[in-house]
Each structure stands twice: as structure tokens, then as C-alpha cells.
């Protein structure tokens, strides 16, 4: 996993200040020439500095090159598409670009189509939604996962619940927001019996950024563990290698990577670990034959099985050009730009001080660049220490047309843990009817409703990084901010 993360100056070199440029036209990073990234966004990405945008939200979402349009458009302008539920010319047409994506998506990921299989969904959420409600929770099974999670896993304990599976959670340590690794054998040798358990983690962190370990899939498995592992938040700057890793699902959201489309996502799942997964229903699509005078129906082989109704057949081609994209500009390209551009943010953050030398800003996650993405959780403070107000800061960003990111990031347990908010205070604090953001911040007492998240991404630049720390430099010696900040609205 190391491997492809290099760390951000080659050869020991001191760093460029802070939002400066770390060399001319800063197209050497780590050694690998980026240059070709700086190409691509005068030209391909043009409409970014033509509107005078900071775009810092790429965890959020991806953004599109305007050639992935034009070729999706052209590919859609000169053919005739069917519904691929037939064998008609037409039909035919959208089976064959469906299944192209499909060969291209295992093929990006280094996955053998003799051992995984590359299941469409809407999104990373569809994805591990399948793997939930399918997965063969029974009483005694076990759900192990990472404090450190989107929702979107997290959900995955109502499954669990309902099948009587004991849900378990490895906490992240304060500070770094990473696991403690001398903990998680614990957690991973407590396996009584013979029973079905599911371990999910993210690879990297949507709310700090961490990459945790990909060698605890290896680790899982000894134990007897089935592994999900999200990774929607990792590949759109990370290899993941499926021919090294082998976790038996995997989540992700193609709009992360190459931002067009939205609305297609992907279980890469290992083909012994689906036979495992009991689908609570059957639709159209997922079917060779059902009956009505009989209730018998026979289930698609494969990732037909899971694939509810009508695939996005429309937009499957377009998943293809954008796997080609990052071929061409190369995922370790991608890696090396936003390591390097990442830490200079981190640097430009750290090193912000109030007059009286207190510090301006303050850090969720790891201070160091080693296994960690470039997706930074920060506030700012007041000279007094207090956390500058989520909702003013958004308001000053959008002045300067910088899109970040503000609250929880659907990641509750990373910002429960970095918020230092407890069980107690929890438990204690209900969100009760009717109540608004605002009143339950006020009534657990949090200091703010939540953390600034910047996440870097295919084109970003160091006039972004230049851009972003003269926006920062505005909060030094801030006393307080004005009044009539809106409602919070949900993570
Ligand atoms: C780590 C992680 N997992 C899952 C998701 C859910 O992705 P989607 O909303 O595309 O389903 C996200 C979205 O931000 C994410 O960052």
C-alpha cells in the first residue's frame, strides 16, 4: 500500500512555502512529471478558472473533463440504444457498451473477471446496500466495523440488527483519527464458532483523509472474516490493485472519480464471497424465469442478479471514456500531484497563527503526510481558542468562490471522535422531535456543527493551494463573526 504513496518532497527537499509553487510550473512532484495535469486544466477543465473557481470538494464529488462529455454525446448522437433486456439490434447495441464498461472496470482495478465480478448500482450507497441487506446475518454473526465510516456503512447495522448479528465498533484514537493497531487483533480474534461475519472499513477516510491499512484484509481473512471495504473515497486519487488486495466487496461511485456521470456506482465483489449473499427479493432483470401460479423463480447468473430492473445503460459508456482518462493521465500521476499539493495545504493550515502566536487553525486527523489522502478536516479558531462558526466560514469561502465542504460529512463517528463528544452526552442528548440542528449543537454542546473539510482531486492546482491560504490568512486575529449566520441544515 506504501508503494503507490509517496511522500510529498523527493529527496528530502524542504517544501515550498505554503501555497507557493514547490518548483517552476510545479510539474516535477515525487519525482513523477504532472505536467500533463496543468495541460488538462487550461484546456479540458478550462471552465474552472474561466469562473474563478477554488474547487475543493472533489471527496464530494468529482468533476468531468468537457472531451468526456463531447465523446459520450457523439457515442449516444450516432447510435440507436434499446432497453438490453432483449436481443433486438437496438438492445443488443447497449449489452455490448454495457459489458465493455464492465470488462473495463475490472480491468482498471486489476480485478481477474475468473475471480471478482463488477456489479452496477446507483452509487457507492447501492453498493453497499446490496452487500447489507444480502449478506447472511443470523443470530451469533458478527458486524465488526471502524468508528471511522460513512453513513452509508454505518446503515449496514440495521441489517445486522434485524437479523439478530451483534454490531461492533473498533474506535479511532483521538487526534490522528486512526485505529489503534495493536487493538484491532482484538477485535478481529473474537470469532466464537462457526458463523458469518462481516468486517467494513473505508480505505481512506471522507472526513480525515486517513488510508487505513489495506493489509487488514489480509489480517480479517485469517480470521475468518468476509471484508468490505469502501472505497469511494480512495480510488479517485489511489490505485487499488485487486490483484495484490483481495477484500470480497467493494464500494464505489464513479461521479468521485471522473465526476460524469452521476447516478452509476459499483460492487466489485469476489465471486465466492456473493454466492454467500441471500437477496431478500427478486425484480426484473435479476431473473431467467418467474412464475405467478407458482411462486418459483429463477435467478441471472452473475451480476445480473444483483442488478434491479434497467441499468443505466445510457450512461454505462460514459464510465468507460472516464476510466480511459485516468488511464491516460495515470492514477499515480493523480497521487502525486495531490500528495504534494495536499501537504502544502496541511503546511499552510498548521502554520496559521493569531498576532499572539496561538494558533489559527486546528486539525482533525493525522499532521503528517504518511498514509493519508488528500482530504484535510479543519477549523478555525478564535485567538481565544474558540472554533470559528462552520456557517461564517462557508460564507467567507463562497466570497472568494472557494467550495469547501462543512459539518460531519455523514461520517458521525470520526467527528464524534474528533469532536470529543461521548457516549454519555449522546445517550443524554437526544435529537428530539421537532428539534432543529441548531438546538441539538447547543444542547450537547458542541462548539460548532462541525468541521471544514478540504479534499483535493484530478485538477487541482497550486493556484488553488495559493488561493486557499490567502482565504485562510483572513482568519488570523478574527474575534467574532457576524450575527445572522442561517439554520444549519443536516450531515
Ligand atoms: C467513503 C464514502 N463512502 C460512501 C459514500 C457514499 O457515496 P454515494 O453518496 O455516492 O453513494 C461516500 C460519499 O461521500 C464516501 O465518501
Request: hydrophobic share 40%; net charge negative; glycine share 10%.
Amino acid at each position: 500500500m506504501t508503494a503507490t504513496r509517496p511522500e510529498p518532497t523527493a529527496g528530502g527537499e524542504p517544501r515550498a512555502a505554503p501555497g507557493e509553487p514547490q518548483a517552476a510550473g510545479g510539474e516535477r512532484t515525487a519525482g513523477v512529471d504532472t505536467g500533463i495535469l496543468d495541460e488538462l486544466r487550461a484546456t479540458d477543465f478550462a471552465r474552472l478558472d474561466r469562473g474563478g473557481h477554488v474547487y475543493l470538494d472533489y471527496t464530494g464529488g468529482g468533476l468531468y473533463a468537457q472531451s468526456q462529455l463531447r465523446e459520450h454525446l457523439e457515442l449516444l448522437e450516432s447510435g440507436v440504444f434499446g432497453n438490453p433486456h432483449s436481443i433486438n439490434p437496438t438492445s443488443a447495441a447497449s449489452t455490448e457498451l454495457a459489458e465493455r464498461a464492465r470488462a473495463h472496470v475490472l480491468s482498471f482495478f486489476r480485478a481477474s473477471p475468473d475471480e471478482y465480478e463488477a456489479i452496477f448500482t446507483p452509487n457507492a450507497t447501492g453498493a453497499l446496500r446490496l452487500v447489507g441487506e444480502a449478506y447472511p446475518f443470523h443470530r451469533g454473526d458478527r458486524f465488526l466495523l471502524t468508528f471511522d465510516n460513512h453513513n452509508s456503512v454505518n446503515g449496514i447495522r440495521e441489517f445486522a440488527r434485524a437479523r439478530g448479528a451483534r454490531t461492533t465498533y473498533v474506535p479511532s484514537v483521538p487526534g490522528d483519527l486512526r485505529v489503534d493497531e495493536a487493538l484491532l487483533p482484538r477485535y478481529l480474534t473474537d470469532t466464537p464458532g462457526d458463523h458469518h461475519n462481516l468486517f467494513a472499513y473505508p480505505a481512506q477516510s471522507n472526513f480525515s483523509g486517513v488510508q487505513h491499512p489495506l493489509e487488514w484484509i489480509e489480517q480479517a481473512h485469517a480470521h475468518g472474516w468476509d471484508v468490505l471495504l469502501d472505497a469511494a473515497a480512495h480510488v479517485p486519487t489511489n490505485r487499488l490493485d485487486l490483484s495484490r488486495w483481495k477484500p470480497d466487496f467493494v464500494s464505489i461511485s464513479f461521479y468521485k472519480m471522473f465526476g460524469w456521470p452521476t447516478g452509476v456506482g459499483c460492487l466489485l465483489a469476489r465471486r465466492d464471497a456473493l454466492a454467500k449473499l441471500e437477496r431478500p427479493w427478486f425484480s426484473g432483470g435479476t431473473i431467467v424465469a418467474a412464475f405467478v401460479q407458482r411462486e418459483y423463480h429463477q435467478s441471472a447468473p452473475g451480476a445480473a442478479h444483483f442488478e434491479d430492473g434497467t441499468i443505466n445503460y445510457l450512461s454505462l459508456p460514459a464510465i468507460e471514456i472516464g476510466l480511459r482518462l485516468l488511464e491516460r493521465v495515470g492514477i499515480e500521476t493523480i497521487h502525486a500531484r495531490v500528495g504534494e499539493l495536499g501537504a502544502r495545504l496541511l503546511d499552510a493550515l498548521m502554520s496559521l497563527r493569531h498576532a499572539d502566536g496561538s494558533p489559527a487553525a486546528t486539525i482533525y486527523g493525522p499532521r503528517s503526510w504518511s498514509q493519508r489522502g488528500a482530504t484535510i478536516a479543519f477549523n478555525f479558531l478564535h485567538p481565544d481558542g474558540r472554533v470559528v462558526d462552520e456557517r461564517y466560514v462557508d460564507r467567507a469561502a463562497a466570497a472568494h468562490d472557494i467550495s469547501l465542504r462543512t459539518g460531519c460529512f455523514c461520517n458521525p463517528g470520526a467527528g464524534e471522535v474528533a469532536f470529543t463528544i461521548s457516549r454519555r452526552t449522546l445517550v443524554g442528548g437526544e435529537f428530539g422531535e421537532g428539534m432543529t440542528l441548531d438546538d441539538y449543537v447547543r444542547r450537547i454542546g458542541l462548539p460548532s456543527g462541525g468541521a471544514i473539510r478540504a479534499s483535493l482531486g484530478l485538477v487541482s492546482n497550486s493556484e488553488d493551494i495559493r488561493r486557499f491560504a490567502d482565504f485562510a490568512a483572513e482568519f488570523v486575529d478574527l474575534t467574532a463573526v457576524p450575527a445572522d449566520l442561517p439554520p444549519r441544515r443536516g450531515c
